[in-house]
């Protein structure tokens, strides 16, 4: 299938622009690539900063004909596509964080945003928005938790075009299998990329108190199951973070 990518100097946000454009029937492979964000959107409300060269932002339209059924799903095969790419430019030991950020050594390089409009059974739109940590230096400190960034994380370090081309490669070849068979046909691979599989984390509900779990497994459908004081527990949306032993 056809990517067709226009590349901007500024924007609000590439994903908000890209939800207007799908309203007005832009066709799915519409992609846009921005060097600023006046306003960058992150998970749960957050704020997303970057620009001016250190980072590579982009969101990519994709319309799927029988519906988005899991949403964790396509979260989690998003991150391998972009954990695939990574590896293929160089960043060997970039793994995926569930739900969907790629992180390298447990440190963050980068994250991914996911709207869909539509019904569950019937045609839909997703907005697959990608922020990648390209080269950051200084303001890699500035960042709320600990990230890295793709110059400092392979050598020789890949051009900003290149990880841009193989992302959006993986990303047209994984939204393709997920719409033929869902997460299922990928979820072992994606298991073996997990950073947290088999760890001890913090979870972080979005509306309850946080616990400490162990990550056991990851779901056809994308969830995680969480083993909990004895207890299974099967997560659709959280955060995780890392226990320092
Ligand atoms: C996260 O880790 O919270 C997700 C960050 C997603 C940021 C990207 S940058 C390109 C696209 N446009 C946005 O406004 N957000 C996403």
């Known amino acids: 299938s056809r990517v067709s990518l226009e590349i901007v100097d500024e924007v609000d946000s590439t994903s908000s622009r890209l939800l207007a454009m799908a309203a007005s029937g832009a066709p799915a492979g519409t992609c846009l690539a921005a060097e600023w964000q006046s306003a960058g959107r992150g998970r ?37 596509a ?8 160089g960043v060997e030991r970039a793994q995926v964080k569930w739900p969907n950020d790629v992180v390298v050594d447990f440190r963050k390089v980068g994250g991914i945003l996911i709207e869909t409009s539509g019904e569950m ?18 303001q890699l400190e500035k960042i709320d938790q600990p990230a890295v960034d793709v110059a400092g994380c392979a050598s020789p ?6 990880v841009l081309a193989r992302t959006l490669a993986e990303l047209a070849g994984v939204l393709e299998a997920f719409e033929a068979g869902g997460f299922a046909p990928l979820r072992s691979e994606w298991r073996s990329l997990h950073a947290y ?4 984390v913090r979870v972080m509900p979005p509306n309850e108190a946080a ?14 199951v969480v083993s909990a004081g004895g207890r299974s527990v099967r997560l659709s949306s959280a955060e995780l973070a890392a226990i320092r032993p």
Not at 82 to 89: E, G, S
């Open 44 to 80: 749960r409300g957050r704020a997303w900063v970057g620009g001016l060269g250190g980072s590579l932002m982009f969101s990519l339209l994709w319309r799927f004909d029988r519906g988005v059924t899991h949403l964790a799903g396509l979260s989690l095969a998003v991150g391998l």
């Open 82 to 89: 972009v954990t695939r790419a990574l590896r293929q430019c």
């Open 121 to 138: 059974q019937g045609p839909s739109v997703a907005v697959v928005g990608v922020g990648l940590n390209y080269r950051l230096g200084d």
């Open 157 to 162: 370090v890949p051009s900003r075009n290149l």
């Open 197 to 200: 599989e088999g760890r001890r």
């Open 211 to 224: 616990y400490e779990a162990d990550v056991v497994d990851v779901g056809e459908d994308g969830t995680l």
